[in-house]
Structure formats: structure tokens, C-alpha cells
């Protein structure tokens, strides 16, 4: 199974609709968080036919509204600020916080923690556990719009630039 991983949209629909193109042969999109206005939801929604699943970040306002746009759309669900999912055989835990994500690492429960925030792409390795940092959609605070793709079978994950 292919999962894509992406964070910090922070509302560049541009660089997201690019993104997406390039996600089409993935079987589940995970965000962690920072879409920041509602009209994001509608461009996943819109852009990632098959499962999408989402956790908020500290930049996501309107959170009533992005809840609203998502009931238009039955492959998205909302997890609030964390989620624990089993994609492909694989345990991911995911959330906005890069602290957070390396204490969810920490515990051994995961095979993948996915997280966003600091906007600094990262693959790392704790013990078991593959961290991803998918790094910025937004591209403009670490002048690269990235994302990343892991393949369950192989257990890689792989980095993309937008």
C-alpha cells in the first residue's frame, strides 16, 4: 500500500493541487495539520479521491466550517489532534507536533509517526519507528514544497518535491 504523507499547507492551494497530481497512485493521504482555512478541505476533498485522513494544527482557525466543508466528502475523516491508524499492516500514529510525534516514537506502539509543525522535512529512525516530517506544502518558510510517500511493502519511505 502506498500512503501519502503531507503538513503545512498553510492555504497554498497551488502547491497542494500540484502535490496531489503527484498523489494520485497512493492509496490513503495522511495531513498533519496547518491546512489553516476551510476552502483547503474542499481542495483535498476535491483533489484525493481515495481515504484521507487529517489531524488539526496549531494554524487551523475555523475549525467549525472545516468540519462542515468535510461532510461533503465521505473518503475524509476528521481525527482532531491525533490519530492512530493501520494502513497496510503498518501501526501509524500521527499528529501536528514534532515533540509530540518523537514521544509517540518513543513509546514503541507505531511502526510510522507522521508530523508536522517545525516545517523541516525529516526521515529519521527511533529504535522501530520511522519518523516522517513530510516537511512544507507551503514551501515559502524552508524554500522547498515537499511531501512524502511511504510503500507499507518495502517499508520506505520516499521524499517528493512539488
Known amino acids: 500500500m502506498l500512503v501519502g504523507i503531507l503538513s503545512d499547507i498553510h492555504d497554498n492551494i497551488s502547491a497542494l493541487q500540484k502535490a496531489l497530481i503527484g498523489l494520485q497512485s497512493a492509496?490513503?493521504?495522511?495531513?498533519?495539520?496547518?491546512?489553516?482555512?476551510?476552502f483547503v478541505i474542499n481542495?483535498?476533498?476535491?483533489?484525493?479521491?481515495k481515504e484521507i485522513h487529517i489531524v488539526f494544527g496549531n494554524n487551523d482557525g475555523d475549525?467549525?466550517?472545516?468540519t462542515q466543508n468535510s461532510r461533503a466528502f465521505s473518503q475524509m475523516h476528521l481525527?482532531?489532534?491525533m490519530a492512530e491508524l493501520d494502513l497496510g499492516g503498518?501501526?501509524?500514529?500521527?499528529?501536528?507536533y514534532d515533540t509530540i510525534g518523537r514521544v509517540f516514537a518513543d513509546?514503541?506502539?507505531?511502526?510510522?509517526?507522521?508530523?508536522?509543525?517545525?516545517?523541516q522535512f525529516e526521515i529519521s529512525q527511533v529504535?522501530?519507528?520511522t519518523l516522517i516530517?513530510?516537511?512544507?506544502?507551503?514551501?515559502?518558510?524552508?524554500?522547498s514544497s515537499t511531501y512524502v510517500t511511504y510503500d507499507t511493502k518495502e517499508a520506505t519511505p520516499r521524499r517528493h518535491d512539488v
Not at 43 to 49: H, K, R
Not at 90 to 96: D, E, L, P, V
Request: charged share 15%.
Open 133 to 143: 516530517n513530510p516537511g512544507e506544502i507551503l514551501g515559502s518558510l524552508s524554500g
Open 90 to 96: 503498518h501501526r501509524f500514529g500521527m499528529n501536528h
Open 63 to 66: 475549525l467549525f466550517r472545516m
Open 107 to 119: 513509546s514503541g506502539r507505531y511502526d510510522v509517526v507522521c508530523f508536522g509543525h517545525n516545517h
Open 27 to 38: 492509496e490513503a493521504l495522511l495531513c498533519c495539520g496547518d491546512l489553516c482555512s476551510p
Open 43 to 49: 481542495a483535498l476533498g476535491n483533489g484525493f479521491s
Open 79 to 81: 481525527h482532531g489532534e
Open 127 to 129: 529504535d522501530n519507528t
